[in-house]
């Protein structure tokens, strides 16, 4: 009896010493929709830092100190608002407090600087999208010129809705301007707003590995070529 207690003492300290540590340092994300195609792939699980901007208390989703703010370029993970039921969402910044920003004909200027979008031949990040998804439809571009790094955006070839989108937005205090690389198919801040910093979980920096379900197999592949990547924001 005495054995079987100091057996489950050990699980329920491991148990508990996992949930802190996720909590607290690092947690995964099981990428579930498209919204950011094609830097993140449905079926990528991705490794968030939960120290990249602060601190939080363990089992709480509050942080107690912070030493960074996100910039633009950075992939989040945050709670979502009202509008879409508080889940868990990824979305990239591309907004930050007090920026002004135009999104003319699905072109970004912020604080004056125009966005480069550099159309691909190059189709290869378009292979084995996940969730049914198919590459025929898209275009793909490279987006560059607010943020550190460039990254992939996609458009639909035909009857683009972000091609004919025009707003412009000044970012209040505390908030960020956040969207998703699939930019026709993207729930983001063009349609629910401005994202509270204090929302955010932290920023995902790496997909650990990534799986798709095959057409004919009960079990998921995996992609190999993904283990282990970097997310360059």
Same mark, same amino acid.
Not at 8 to 24: M, P
Not at 50 to 56: E, F, H, N, T, V
Not at 66 to 86: A, L, T
């Given at each position: 009896?005495?054995?079987?207690?100091?057996?489950?003492?050990?699980?329920?300290?491991?148990?508990?010493?996992?949930?802190?540590?996720?909590?607290?340092?690092?947690n995964w994300y099981v990428i579930p929709t498209g919204s950011l195609l094609p830097t993140l792939k449905?079926?990528?699980? #991705?490794?968030?830092?939960?120290?990249?901007?602060?601190? +939080?208390?363990?089992? +709480?989703?509050?942080?107690?100190?912070?030493?960074?703010?996100?910039? @633009?370029?950075?992939?989040? #993970?945050?709670?979502?608002?009202?509008?879409?039921?508080?889940?868990t969402l990824i979305k990239r910044v591309v907004g930050l407090p007090g920026d002004k920003i135009n999104?003319?004909?699905?072109?970004?200027?912020?604080?004056? #600087?125009?966005?480069?979008?550099?159309?691909?031949?190059? @189709?290869?990040?378009?292979?084995?999208?996940?969730?049914?998804?198919?590459?025929?439809?898209?275009?793909?571009?490279?987006?560059?010129?607010?943020?550190?790094?460039?990254?992939?955006? &996609?458009?639909?070839?035909?009857?683009?809705?972000?091609?004919?989108? !025009?707003? !412009?937005?000044?970012?209040?205090?505390?908030?960020?301007? #956040? &969207?998703?690389?699939? @930019?026709?198919?993207?729930?983001?801040?063009? =349609?629910?707003?401005?994202?509270?910093?204090?929302?955010?979980?932290?920023?995902?920096?790496?997909?650990?590995?990534?799986?798709?379900?095959?057409?004919?197999?009960?079990?998921?592949?995996? @992609?190999?070529?993904?283990? =282990?990547?970097?997310?360059?924001n």
């Amino acid at each position: 009896m005495n054995r079987l207690i100091n057996e489950l003492k050990s699980i329920l300290f491991i148990v508990t010493a996992i949930f802190i540590f996720r909590s607290t340092f690092l947690n995964w994300y099981v990428i579930p929709t498209g919204s950011l195609l094609p830097t993140l792939k449905i079926g990528d699980h #991705v490794v968030v830092n939960k120290l990249s901007y602060g601190i +939080m208390l363990p089992f +709480m989703q509050t942080r107690i100190f912070s030493w960074s703010k996100p910039d @633009r370029g950075d992939i989040v #993970v945050f709670q979502g608002p009202e509008s879409e039921n508080q889940l868990t969402l990824i979305k990239r910044v591309v907004g930050l407090p007090g920026d002004k920003i135009n999104f003319t004909n699905g072109i970004l200027t912020i604080n004056g #600087v125009l966005a480069k979008q550099e159309l691909q031949a190059d @189709r290869t990040p378009l292979e084995n999208l996940g969730g049914g998804e198919t590459a025929e439809s898209l275009s793909l571009f490279i987006e560059s010129g607010f943020s550190k790094y460039p990254h992939y955006i &996609l458009k639909r070839k035909w009857n683009s809705l972000t091609d004919a989108e !025009t707003q !412009t937005w000044v970012v209040p205090p505390n908030k960020l301007l #956040v &969207l998703g690389d699939n @930019r026709d198919n993207s729930s983001d801040g063009r =349609f629910w707003g401005f994202m509270d910093q204090d929302r955010i979980y932290g920023r995902a920096f790496l997909i650990s590995y990534s799986t798709f379900d095959k057409e004919g197999s009960f079990l998921p592949s995996f @992609r190999n070529e993904r283990w =282990f990547q970097p997310i360059k924001n």
